[in-house]
């Protein structure tokens, strides 16, 4: 970036490097700086009332703007240098980022004049002055109150940036003038841990992708990530669109790249002679590497990677509907219909049965010795105490929810029962106790959780009949919180996975970064990565520094893939902003100047999924204040200001120094000033002529005292001097030479 026409000089660029989640960032002489929220630049200290500057010199105060009530909080609102030419609403809304109308707002927009949740403020004599809104006081000054809380109107202000804000009334919707944002936090919020300002979605917006498509499983029918071999391990059944390949059995697939590892085509028949058997249901892993597994229409086998075949046994009965691991390590829980049947794997001999009224699919639920069995047709849930293989309880599906049946999993953390039916998902506690509702547009037809992250995820799967216009052909992977069942990613759509061949199936690898999804209809199993939009984990905060003091900005971000960062600056109050010229390191640091003084600054982290922003900052650049003399001082000449040495008539400089805040001084010994010399902040040099030269802004010789900032230098005559130093410090002034300084540091170089 070059420097801005009409701006101060020196706009500091910066060095580069990746960014990674650290606690700090070593930097020469650094001022780390402290988090603030997101939104406009506001004073530092979060405990008092915040002002923020719009874009026509505008001045927003707000009372209160952190730990507020999120039931109820009134906020004492003022404003001063408003135009009074165009009306202003003034009120909570969605922060929505630079140069973006702040929207949606609590309660809407003040149009009748009734609103505790925003105020309408009008030039004077307007129409609507009155009841319907209040006018500015002189200057564009007002004075108001307002009620803000966390919820309202389907808004969450935990969820996304809100602000107390300013904006240009319904009669000037496009005017972006009067946005002046200043950033709020509720009781339980960090204000300073606010994950920045998502520009395109929110900061730390959780998604997922399709990384890849593993096609060497036939019809994958049920999946099972291994949770010690970590293989993927894919129930499957004949594909008939490879006539040449019978595909049918338990197959193993590296779950980097979908090769195939082993596949397991045979197993036991009706009379024990191998035959190839497709793989309907996997029950569950065995130690260290393998599977129990289901195949039609009576098998029970058992396999690992690497086995030419399976070992199984055959049931009497009708046709297996499901299966899941027993309650000992040698026995498996096996659903024949109505009958449920605790089975020994070695011989076939069923140690317990129960019969139920009807149903067909169960889910297990060990760690709380219960069973929970669904009957879809008669629209029942039933629990089944496993110590005593009795049923200790029934319940009613909703109304509706008959038919259609879909999955019946257990979350192992919570004991919760997840019932698929219809395009809803049940949510029953481990009591019983019906507690949530999901509703989706497609088919529910499995479940699958991550304890360690705390989520839910759903596959829904498109009808696939085209005659019904609430079918697209597309299914939708959804992931929701366990305790709340906010929805916790974004929906990912599933373009061809339909339930004309077959009920989708999910794994999750543990933490959620990876996703498996049958479908059936391809022949094909979606791989899905997390992705996850920068995250806002330092943020820099407004400073204060002396003219030629060092200072460093710095701030984190976490995402996946992990975000660059770059650097940007304001000169105009927040407006507009440009980025800095290598600034792509997680501190800036650079020379502070007096032509800087109200810079904004705000770090941008970017990845694959978004764009977040710090808060703007502002830098406040006070002039430097004196260091040490410049050498002894002859005659009655006395201490000096700023590091210069002030003599009297006929007093002879010594030898040189150089002051605390960079600049110095240096006397030619024998040289001898004229009728007086005043050293600067910014340091002097004294000639044997008496006439004087400044460096940095300093003055010397002549017969007056004068002081000059940022770079010029003026002989007490008002003639300019130039020397090889001075037009050095010059490029200093410009920028120049701190640029090039900065190329040899080490961490946020400039």
Not at 563 to 584: H, M
Request: with cysteine.
């Amino acid at each position: 970036m070059t420097s801005t026409p009409g701006t101060a000089p020196g706009t500091p660029p910066g060095g580069r490097s990746r960014l990674r989640r650290r606690a700090g960032t070593a930097a020469v002489a650094a001022l780390l700086l402290a988090g603030i929220p997101v939104g406009a630049a506001v004073s530092a200290d979060a405990g008092t009332p915040k002002t923020a500057t719009g874009p026509q010199g505008q001045k927003l105060t707000v009372s209160a703007t952190t730990g507020l009530d999120a039931a109820q909080q009134k906020v004492r609102v003022q404003g001063e240098g408003y135009g009074l030419t165009t009306g202003i609403y003034v009120a909570l809304c969605k922060d929505n980022g630079d140069n973006r109308v702040p929207s949606p707002c609590l309660g809407g927009a003040d149009m009748s004049g009734g609103s505790k949740t925003s105020q309408w403020i009008v030039p004077p004599g307007d129409p609507y002055e009155g009841d319907l809104a209040q006018a500015f006081g002189p200057g564009g000054t007002f004075d108001v109150e307002i009620e803000i809380a966390q919820k309202g109107d389907g808004l969450d202000c935990a969820e996304v940036a809100y602000s107390v804000v300013t904006r240009a009334d319904h009669r000037a919707a496009g005017d972006r003038t009067q946005d002046v944002r200043i950033p709020v936090a509720f009781a339980g919020q960090d204000p300073g841990d606010g994950g920045g300002e998502g520009v395109d979605v929110p900061a730390g917006t959780v998604s997922y992708k399709s990384a890849a498509d593993f096609t060497t499983a036939g019809k994958p029918l049920d999946l099972l990530l291994h949770p010690d071999s970590k293989k993927l391990y894919v129930g499957a059944d004949n594909l008939p669109d490879t006539a040449d390949v019978d595909e049918r059995g338990l197959h193993v697939l590296n779950p980097e790249n979908g090769t195939s590892e082993s596949w397991i085509s045979q197993a036991p028949g009706s009379t024990g002679a191998l035959r190839a058997s497709a793989a309907a249901r996997i029950a569950g892993p065995l130690p260290g590497d393998g599977v129990v597994y289901n195949y039609p229409l009576r098998g029970v086998g058992s396999a690992k990677s690497g086995d030419e075949a399976a070992t199984g046994i055959w049931l009497a009965g009708s046709t297996i509907t499901d299966i899941a691991p027993g309650t000992t390590p040698d026995t498996v829980l096996v659903a024949q219909g109505a009958t449920l049947s605790e089975i020994e794997r070695a011989t076939g001999t069923a140690t317990r049965t129960l019969t139920l009224p009807g149903g067909t699919q169960f889910a297990a639920d060990p760690e709380r010795g219960a069973l929970w069995y669904t009957d879809f047709t008669a629209g029942k849930l039933h629990r089944v105490d496993l110590a005593s293989f009795t049923v200790s309880g029934s319940f009613d599906l909703p109304g509706g929810s008959r038919g259609m049946a879909g999955f019946t999993e257990t979350d192992p953390a919570t004991g919760a029962v997840w019932v698929g039916v219809g395009r809803s998902v049940l949510v029953f506690d481990a009591a019983g106790t019906l507690v949530k509702t999901l509703v989706g547009k497609d088919l529910a037809r499995d479940a699958a959780f991550d304890t360690a992250s705390g989520r839910a995820y759903v596959v829904w799967q498109d009808g696939g009949d085209p005659s019904d216009p609430a079918n697209d052909n597309n299914g939708t992977l959804t992931v929701y919180g366990t305790e709340d069942f906010a929805v916790a990613a974004q929906d990912l759509s599933l373009p061809g996975n339909h339930s004309q061949a077959g009920a989708a199936s999910l794994a999750v690898e543990a933490g959620g970064a990876t996703v498996f999804v049958t479908s059936p209809a391809e022949g094909k199993i979606t791989k899905l990565v997390r992705q996850v939009s920068p995250l806002v984990t330092r943020a820099p905060a407004d400073l204060t520094a002396k003219e030629g003091e060092e200072v460093t900005l710095g701030a984190e971000a976490e995402g996946t893939p992990e975000p660059t960062a770059r650097w940007q600056v304001s000169t105009d109050g927040a407006q507009t902003w440009k980025d800095v010229e290598g600034a792509t390191e997680s501190a800036l640091t650079f020379t502070a100047r007096t032509a800087q003084d109200g810079y904004r600054y705000r770090a941008e982290f970017r990845n694959d999924v978004g764009t977040t922003r710090t808060a703007a900052v502002k830098l406040t650049v006070t002039p430097a204040t004196g260091g040490d003399t410049g050498g002894d001082v002859g005659g009655n000449g006395d201490a000096s200001n700023g590091g210069g040495s002030q003599g009297s008539d006929g007093s002879t400089g010594g030898d040189g120094g150089t002051q605390s805040s960079g600049g110095s001084t240096t006397g030619d010994s024998d040289s001898t000033g004229g009728s007086g010399s005043t050293g600067t902040s910014g340091g002097s040099t004294g000639t044997s002529d008496g006439s004087g030269a400044t460096v940095g802004g300093g003055v010397a010789g002549g017969t007056g005292t004068a002081a000059t900032s940022g770079g010029g230098s003026l002989a007490a005559t008002g003639a300019t001097v130039m020397s090889v130093t001075l037009a050095a410090a010059g490029l200093v002034g410009a920028g120049v030479l701190v640029h090039r300084r900065a190329r040899r540091r080490t961490e946020g170089a400039l």
